[in-house]
C-alpha cells in the first residue's frame, strides 16, 4: 500500500490544504510554527484513526471549526484506495474505507501502516518497562495481526485470577485459582512464545541499522522476560511458588504482564547510560528495524513519519538516516526547518513539500541540498 496523498479540512492550522507523498522520501521543509507537524499528525490521523500527539481529538480541530477532515489517497496492485476520518466533537468519529463506513481503521488487513518518531517518544527508550513491552505487542501485532489475541488473552486472564486472589480469603476456592493457573500459564507461554519470535527478528535488523546510523559499540535490543518458564507446568510451578505474596499484595506479580525489551550499547542500558543523542538513534534504529521486518511479513513496509530529527543529529548521522531510509524502500517523511539538513543522495527518490504559513501546501522542485 502506497500513499499518494493527505487532504485536511479544518484540522489544526489548516483550513483546506493537501500534500502529495513522493515513493521514497518526502521531506515537509518550513519555518518554526508553520505546520510541519501537523501535517505529519494529520497522516497519522487518517491512516490510524487516531492522533500521535494527543488522545484528546478535540485538540486537532481547528480553532473555532465544526468538523475535523483528513483524506488519505493510496494505491496498490489491485487499484487507488482512500481512507478517511471525520471529527466533530460529542459525536462519534466518521472513518470510511473506499467510501464504506468502517468501525476502526486499524482494524483493516489493508490499510497503510504507520511507524512515528516524535521528539516526546524518546520515552519509549527512556522511559518504564510498560511502555516498551506495550510497543512490543504492537509490534507483535502489525507483524502477525492474528497474535494480538494473545495479548488480550492474557491480559483477561490474568484480571481473573487477579479478582480470585481477592476473593480467596472470602471463600474462594484453591481449585479454581489452579484452573485459572493452568489458563494464566497455557496464554502466558503464547505471548512470551509470540514476543520472543517477533524481537529475535529485530535483533538482527537492530544491530545493522543502529551501528549504521552511528550508534557505537555492539548495540543490541533483546526481549527479557520475567518467567524462565519453557511448559505449562513451569509456569504454574512458578505462581506456586510466588503464591503467599501474591495473596499478601491481591493481585499476580509475575508473568509477562512485567516482562522488558531492553535497548543496549556496549553493554549498558541505553535507558539509564545513553545520552540523548545515543537514545534517539536507539529509537530511531529500533523504529527502522521494526519496518524491516514487517516489510517481510507483510505486502509493504510502514509509512515511517519522522518529526524533527534532522536538526538533533550531526551531520554523518543524518546522511546515514537518509541512507538507510532509501536503501530499505518504502516510504518516509521527515520535517525540518532546513532543507540542507537532508543531504542529497544522488538519484535518489526524494521529494520535497514546503509547508507556508498559511493554509496551502506547495510542492517544489527540489532545490539545495534536496533532490
Ligand atoms: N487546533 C488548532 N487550531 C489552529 N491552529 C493550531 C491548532 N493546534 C495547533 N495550531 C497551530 O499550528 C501551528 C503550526 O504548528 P506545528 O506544530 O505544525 O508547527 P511546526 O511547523 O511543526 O513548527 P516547529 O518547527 O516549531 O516544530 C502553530 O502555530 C500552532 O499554534
Ligand atoms: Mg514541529
Not at 465544526?66 to 471525520?86: I, L
Not at 459525536?91 to 483493516?108: Q, S, Y
Request: with cysteine; glycine share 8%.
Amino acid at each position: 500500500m502506497r500513499v499518494l496523498s493527505v487532504s485536511v479540512r479544518d484540522f489544526r492550522c489548516y483550513e483546506a490544504a493537501a500534500a502529495p507523498l513522493g515513493g521514497g522520501l518526502t521531506v515537509i521543509c518550513g519555518p518554526n510554527g508553520a505546520g510541519k507537524t501537523n501535517l505529519l499528525e494529520a497522516l497519522y490521523f487518517g491512516c490510524t484513526g487516531r492522533s500521535c500527539r494527543t488522545v484528546n481529538d478535540r485538540e486537532v480541530l481547528r480553532f473555532g471549526s465544526r468538523t475535523a477532515r483528513v483524506v488519505v489517497a493510496a494505491e496498490d496492485d489491485v487499484g487507488p484506495h482512500e481512507f478517511s476520518v471525520g471529527f466533530t466533537p460529542g459525536e462519534a468519529k466518521r472513518m470510511t474505507h473506499d467510501g464504506a463506513p468502517v468501525e476502526r481503521l486499524v482494524d483493516l488487513p489493508s490499510r497503510p501502516l504507520v511507524s512515528v518518531f516524535l521528539p516526546e517518544r524518546l520515552d519509549l527508550v527512556r522511559g518504564v518497562p510498560a511502555l516498551r513491552r506495550a510497543h512490543l505487542d504492537q509490534y507483535v501485532a502489525a507483524l502477525w495481526p492474528a497474535r494480538a489475541a494473545n495479548r488480550s488473552a492474557y491480559a483477561q486472564t490474568l484480571a481473573q485470577r487477579n479478582a480470585l486472589l481477592a476473593r480467596l480469603d472470602h471463600g474462594g476456592s484453591r481449585a479454581t485459582l489452579d484452573a485459572w493457573d493452568e489458563r494464566l500459564a497455557a496464554a502466558a507461554l503464547a505471548l512470551m512464545e509470540d514476543r520472543a519470535q517477533a524481537s529475535s527478528e529485530l535483533a538482527v535488523a537492530f544491530a545493522e541499522i543502529a551501528a549504521a546510523l552511528g550508534l557505537e559499540a555492539d548495540p543490541e535490543v533483546f526481549y527479557r522476560p520475567r518467567s524462565q518458564a519453557g511448559s505449562i507446568e513451569e509456569f504454574q510451578a512458578e505462581l506456586r511458588q510466588r503464591l503467599s505474596s501474591d495473596l499478601e499484595r491481591g493481585f499476580t506479580e509475575h508473568g509477562p504482564h512485567r516482562d522488558d525489551l531492553v535497548l543496549r550499547h556496549g553493554g549498558r542500558q541505553l535507558r539509564t547510560y545513553g545520552s540523548q543523542g545515543q537514545q534517539r538513534l536507539g529509537l530511531l534504529a529500533l523504529l527502522l528495524a521494526e519496518r524491516r521486518v514487517i516489510s517481510r511479513y507483510r505486502a509493504a513496509a510502514p509509512l515511517v513519519l519522522l518529526d524533527d530529527v534532522m536538526s538533533e543529529l550531526d551531520r554523518d548521522r543524518r546522511h546515514a538516516l537518509v541512507k538507510v531510509l532509501l536503501n530499505d524502500g518504502g516510504q518516509a517523511l521527515i520535517t525540518t526547518t532546513d532543507e540542507e539538513h537532508v543531504p542529497f543522495v544522488e538519484g535518489s527518490d526524494i521529494a520535497l513539500v514546503a509547508v507556508g504559513e498559511g493554509s496551502v501546501l506547495i510542492p517544489q522542485a527540489p532545490a539545495g541540498g534536496v533532490r
